[in-house]
């Protein structure tokens, strides 16, 4: 891959994003590499002076590693020597080159996109089990969990981001084509549009989940007003689009539709008994819970318009993700199958038997109940979660281990002692990425909260400890619910990543406990 000097500067004039440009090599100069990292600079690159922790020394490690051109917003004296760039915006600037530089993978893909504050990872995986079930070993994920580049399985690698960079976003895309991949599966957060990670990127399909309050705070979203606007964009960078109808906001969402794309290319679902505050609106297509029980659930999806229909993906499904929440999922990722052209035939036995870890996984403990670990970590998610447990296990106490993290999502205090104090019968309050905040203190906080005094709380501030003993408190009349840290195998505390065994295995220690123990 190589990108031209003089190539950089058209684009950059063409986004009206140069503010200046001082060229010391011949313009058909090539750049072979492209880096926003010093330490990944080899050859005559393209380097990229970004970030809140960008120090201009990392210019000068750029430049001895071999990059010849800098993109900045303001130039350097490290940089003297190299042809400079300076732009407007470096991260829209570094969005717009990376697609160059990529050649544009995402014209040689199907590119699915999934916003939402909650159901993204979910609706994702979904899709990826329904499109693999047609085009085996062609599709490609970009998730929370993992990124799928390539069929193999050195070509599957853990994200640590949900959206990230538009520099790695494109060279993951490449990749992605370049072994094959037709079809790529994507969540995009809210944080990808305010820091430009994906500037200028069209999707096949974009989804608008939902959204509640949430990534608010510093390092995220400054208002809500803010968090609700870049998770629209999704939506006006999309060919073909899809909306909840029933999510908050949702005339606003629509109208963010609307001004790229023709009512005719947007798709509206909501469940069976949803009337829409928009009347003349049409809802395209209905979902209806058939049957559920604790393992997997069922559920018919209706086309009710003559778009709809032309998709062919009605008809009766099956979940092994239960939860009623995970049917709105699954009709989102049945419609995006549909619009990439894949119908029922193939939709109803990809989705079936899709599992995500972290995600409504449970297991039965003789003696001790039932356990469900669950990511659910914020206000709507634990409250779908607990009212869907509740409703499910109506005669059994309803035990909830939690933590809330430190230095963001403020707000989660309060709200998880809202939902505690209306569904849980014990609270066992734990750690959960303290950061640099004291865990005990954010336990406190959240205890402090609540008002409800029929519901117990113990605070046990290891979380394994904690999983433990609300384990061993619990009978075959439980339900224990370990939530807001999924499928996570670590802590943040203080700056640095401490490992942590996981939700999931903590319990089939305990589990192993008392096998001995018999
Ligand atoms: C607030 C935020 O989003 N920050 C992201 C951003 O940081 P930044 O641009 O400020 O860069 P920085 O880390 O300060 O580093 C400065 C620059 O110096 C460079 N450097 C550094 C050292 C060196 O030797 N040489 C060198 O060149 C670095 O490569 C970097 O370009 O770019 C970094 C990658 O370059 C990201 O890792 C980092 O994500 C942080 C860790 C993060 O946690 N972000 C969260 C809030 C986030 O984005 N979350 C969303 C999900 C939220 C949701 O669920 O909706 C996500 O998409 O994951
Ligand atoms: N449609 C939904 N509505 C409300 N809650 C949901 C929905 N889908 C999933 N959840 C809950 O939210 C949790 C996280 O789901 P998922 O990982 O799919 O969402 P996400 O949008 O990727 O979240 P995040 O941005 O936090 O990674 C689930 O474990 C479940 O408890």
Known sequence: MALSLN???????????????????????????????????SGPSLFFCKGEKFRPIYLSMAKDNGAITYVAEKPYVEGNGMNALIVVNVTKAMAILAAAFYDYPQDDMTVIAYTGTKGKTTSAYFTYGILNQAHPKHVALLSTIERIVGPNADQRF??????????????????????????????????????????????DVGFFLNITPDHIGRNEHPSFANY???????????????????????????????????????????????????????????YESLSSDTSRSQFKLVPVTDKAAALNVGGQYKLALIGDFNESNATAAIIGAGLAGVDASKA???????????????????GHGTVYVDFAHNYGSLK????FLRAEYPKHKLNVVIGAPGDKGIS????????????????????????????????????????????????????????QAALAAADDTTVT??????????????????????????????????????
């Open 384 to 387: 779908a979660l607990l009212h």
């Open 348 to 366: 109803v036995p990809g989705i079936e038997n899709v599992k995500i870890p972290g995600r409504m996984e449970h297991v039965a403990l003789p």
């Open 228 to 286: 609700l606007h870049n998770k629209m964009q999704v939506l006006v960078n999309a060919r073909k689009v899809v909306i909840n109808a029933e999510t908050e906001h949702f005339a606003e969402v629509y109208a963010a539709a609307t001004t790229t794309t023709y009512p005719e290319s947007i798709y509206l679902f909501a469940s069976a008994g949803f009337k829409p505050a928009q009347a003349d609106l049409d809802i395209d297509f209905r």
């Open 481 to 518: 619910a370990v939530v807001a840290k999924g499928e996570e195998r670590r802590q943040l505390v203080r700056g640095l990543r401490q490992p942590y065994v996981g939700d999931m295995p903590a319990v089939q220690h305990y589990a192993e406990q008392l096998k001995v123990g018999e």
């Open 412 to 467: 989660r205090r309060p709200d998880f002692a809202k939902v505690l104090d209306e569904y849980a019968d014990t609270a066992y309050l734990t750690t959960d990425d303290p950061g640099y905040e004291d865990p005990a203190a954010i336990c406190a906080e959240i205890q402090a909260a609540m008002k409800n005094p029929a519901v117990k709380v113990e605070t046990i501030l290891d979380r394994e400890t904690a999983i």
């Open 7 to 41: 190539a950089c500067i058209l684009l950059l004039k063409e986004h009206h994003l140069l503010k200046s440009s001082a060229v010391q090599n011949d313009l058909n100069t090539d750049m072979t590499g492209i880096a926003y990292d010093s330490r990944k600079v």
């Open 158 to 203: 853990p994200s640590t981001l949900t959206t990230p960079e538009s520099l790695d976003l494109f060279h993951e895309m490449r990749e992605a084509v370049d072994n094959g991949m037709t079809h790529l599966v994507m969540e995009v957060s809210s944080q990808a549009y305010l820091r430009n990670r994906v500037f200028g990127l069209t999707y």
